[in-house]
């Protein structure tokens, strides 16, 4: 920790809210067994890839191994925020991907250890700059962003599952946060508004002043009042588990922006190439797998096919 | 006449075949009567937003009203290869959209003077080097193409009907075109491959050197080889009637390269952005109604949309 202390300076802090988990994934080619999962995993490790002094605030059970703890701690996450609980489970998910990879069946849920769950802010990490919250209850997001002291840019992820259960809560939290991250259909159901446009507004007028419009293998939208841009996914040759990407860009977004501390729109742009970048890594494997053991020089270098697949010139003067 | 033969020699010439019918669509908002539609318009009107000498082959009826005729010739399309049918019916389709305006059904489809189309490209335009071939049975398709003297790009629309009900005759066409422009689903379907990236390749594997995949409000892929280049749809506040954007799509792309006769990989990129952006106007309106007054500079304008959509900086040194 002491070199983490030293280099506090240089590293912008990133408080790292979400589920660390087990999944269990099917896919019309393979399966695994209970295998790490978790939005709080993946967004933690996406934002490894940048030099940010992360900290992920989450529960998990007395059945959570310590070789996943030392994981975390191996990439640099911090973990005084993970609590265990002696005698519960952790969170578990399984899920079956269809044969497009589009969409799928949750086959089991157990919310476990996650259904009181009552996060905790290390004191250490409370003056962290950036917040990201993962997708779980509003309250529960709400109460991560009570304990912060000086939040430049707080980003929420969120799911249809709370517009259906806890709607209120929901509007509640997202007037306290500068960016919400949300799916397509999602934009549609929180802002009754078909057009993504028309939604995007309508979502700003909540609160958020940055709605960033997640629409899978067709790509993502930012949008900031007049402002607009777009970053494609990756086209792939195959995507092998989709499973943890939509957390691995909301890691990208945030880690990138807590490492450049500029919260501009127009650092945001890079923010979003970099999280297409991250999650077009993340499904190439299943869960985590990828991202692990994902390197620098291989992201700078999906980078530039990212740059070759959309910059173009044309004279318009 | 005089003018256009005079400026000959710095506009390309482009010969576009494809149909010049009747359409009538009801969408969710409002429906029309009969209306000019037909592939062979929409290329024809996109196309006329650069400095191409194009013709038109097609056939119509007697039903066929002269302003219609009079409206191609105001936007410099030439006519002559235009067959009037003294006692035949204009093609006819009418369609309702559904919701969401990403489908439709067909209600009703009167083929009519298309059924013996017959295509003559006038001699005046037999030199042309850009051909674009709109979605016609392929065998009609092969037939322009025989009669051109000295094509430099041959891009060929089509669709899954020709898939289903005539695959040799188009397999035998795709042999002698230099693009396809199919949508996602078509691309699928004649590549048997999931992944649009594997599509292509299949795609190439069947003749085209280069593949356009159309994805709709999600925007268009280009792929050449191992090159790869994307240009996004632009999110709308609004779409009114998504009639004839695919073929208002390959009309800006045909006529963008047809004026610039670069037919390099870095121009199409060019021309898919222009493509795009057409595209974009095409949908705001019933039919052509946008396209048939659409400015210069709306369209210049909204190039510099696309570019702040598209374009960001990330060093990568």
Redesign the interface.
Known sequence: MESASKEKEIMGKLVIVGSVAFDAIETPIDKTGKILGGAGTYIGLAAHQFAVDSAVVSVVGNDFPQEYIDLFSERGINTDGLEVVKDGKTFFWSGRYH??MNSRDTLETQLNVLENFDPQVPKAYRDAEVVMLGNLHPLVQLGVIEQMTAPKLIVLDTMNFWMDNALNDLKRVITKVDVITINDEEARQLSGE?????ASRAIQEMGPKTVVIK?GE??A?LFQGD????A?AL?????FDPTGAGDTFAGGFTGYLAQTEDYSFKNM??AI??ASNLASFCVEEFGTERLQNLKKQEV?KR??VF????????D?T
Do not use: A, C, W
């Open positions: 044969n497009d078909h057009s993504l446009v028309k629409k067709h790509g939208l402002e607009m841009f777009f494609p086209p792939l040759e195959e995507v742009k890079r190439i970099y700078k980078l530039k740059e070759k697949l959309t910059q173009f010139h044309i318009l």
